[in-house]
């Protein structure tokens, strides 16, 4: 082996550094993007008001964002828990997702600026697609690189399997932009809801 | 248990390491609104010095900010130090913590430029009740699912009692914008400074 | 004692976790405000040679702050380095110190926009001179409250001594702008390079 | 030594954890450049879909950007991981290579705004090479102050060497610039994918 690589990207704790810092300053941009009006344009509580309210649907919008990355934080997160170790592979694997969600921002942006296109839409999801792809290669690589700690056989398939339902989700969702971009947003929204607090109730909480 | 469940969220040093960086990134950004004056209006150092000036509400604007993050810093820090492990749950509960901290530098700014606007103001109170609202539910939670160390009954009662303590004065402090938002402003100021340099007088010290 | 204050502000560890995102995003905020130049006013790459050379007392400004920046990481990362455990009063204190660190990135804009103008490098002389009396507070405070893992007198007096002697040279570079803004400057990068490259040589080592 | 020298810079775990923030930072701020087009000049899709063609060039550099800055990590992480301690002198030096990667995002954005122009293309290899001279003399300065923990002859000289042929790349590269920009760009793509990659063909795994 090439001696450089016997060193390089071996840390599983500086990738997880890493990884909270890309995440914690990709889901705080996020809202960056969210100006307060500007002041000559408002000369009452009123003004302010509808201004605001204007920007209701791009917070709508920015929370999604925030469920996504943090769907995937929980992911990566669970997966760099139960690795014992790293190598340089994995390094650049796990970096490429790193690029998909220091893409977030943008992505986000562009569907906040243009909610009722259908092209924003596709792009978004493009990226989220680009995120649990990315997400399931590390998780294979490492499983058959030997890189994981204790993780049975159960553990490998259940990992995989929420990768593939949840862009299955994600597809379908995208899907229903054919009818209008709102109702995408909408099941994604839900579904992510769904992820995130986890109802105990049978259907839902197995997926 | 969901295969899933048994890795998923389950580090509280993963938490607290995403954590501090959403609170670094927030903390920092506050000021990043607060910009130089345009250089073509600026033709002596007293215009700087008016210029400037005119920047002094808006400092302290950022301030009561960085107070409010300092606070709910040392609030849930205080609260993952005690906790043995984390769930799924739990860290959902913390990540919606983490998006009100995201939103703090948007209210900031919308406080900053429409200083004297109630709505500016019962914004704010909104984001800091959502803050509050969800470093409650994250002990309660916590104490419930039997995830904390060593916290007897005076501590979790003392936890709890502190927030509820501390929302209540911050209610009070947004009701006095019926008058003015100055007196609010001062008002909370004032609070949360007590709450930081903890004086050792008796009334306040129990707070 | 309070049952909250047990709990609170605890972990030396958080703290420099935190310390050190505030820190990681203020050095890379320096550089944003740097912005390329607008795109229409370049015609050919003698225009972006003269555009870029504009822009170079900016660079200097920022790399100024960095140093700044350097000098106070490295000196709150020794302090904290030294301590067995905190407490609530060490960290708000230590809150301070980073909310000067977070104001950096406007005092650097304000002097890299106003170079010439003794207001502006009084008020980044006035932010330096916060950041080393909140650093020599912390560093007291931890003495007197025997928060210190293992320092003997010897180490205690040094540490107060550099931050002291450093205030005095920031103060004098500062009282140079009687002159000019550009001998402040200048005396002041010099200091800064002697602290970061910490030469062998006699008196300047010694410092 | 100087008192206050025995305990500053001594935590390369500190240094690890400043590193991650500032490339975390970095490599999140260069997307921030890439705005969503304004949203008067777009009425339909094909409109934003013509707008985010021409924001294509720009997502190429930042891509580009985005593999330097992840050799650049991995680099200083494989570094770091074989430190038994760090000092003073080692923190400044690798402060100087944060800097160059702070410098990273103005870099990136220049080049993204003038691709064509030989100049914002010399400027992005100027800081490249800096970056590559810092990490360099980080490396060597812990090899003979004797802070490597186990690092044989061998892997010395092998992380040496990976250095100085990376940077003879990037050299080659940018001189191609004689002829066109796009080369330069091409050509460097290729030999940052070929390191993120690390096929296992001959000549390029050597490399």
Redesign the interface.
Known sequence: M??????????VE?L???S?????????????D????A?DA?HS?AD??RA?LELAPRLLVY?MS?LTL?IF???Q??????MARSN??L??LH??F??A???M??ST??M???IA????LL?YWANVLLLGALLFATWRYATRAGLLAD?GV??RV??ER?IVVAQALYAAGSALCVFNTYVSLGFIVLVQLNY???PRIGVL??I
Request: proline letters at 4%; a positive charge; zero cysteines.
């Open positions: 090439n001696p450089y690589n016997q060193i390089a990207g071996r840390s500086r997880a550094a890493l909270d810092g890309v995440f914690a300053v990709a889901m705080t941009l996020l809202v960056l969210l100006h307060a009006p002041a408002i509580e302010l008001g605001l929370l925030f943090g934080w929980v992911g997160q669970a997966q760099l828990n139960v340089r592979d390094s650049w970096l490429g790193l690029f969600v220091s893409l921002p943008f942006a562009l906040a600026q243009f296109f259908r092209l924003a792009l993780a159960e553990m259940a990992v929420r995130a607090i986890a909480a197995r």
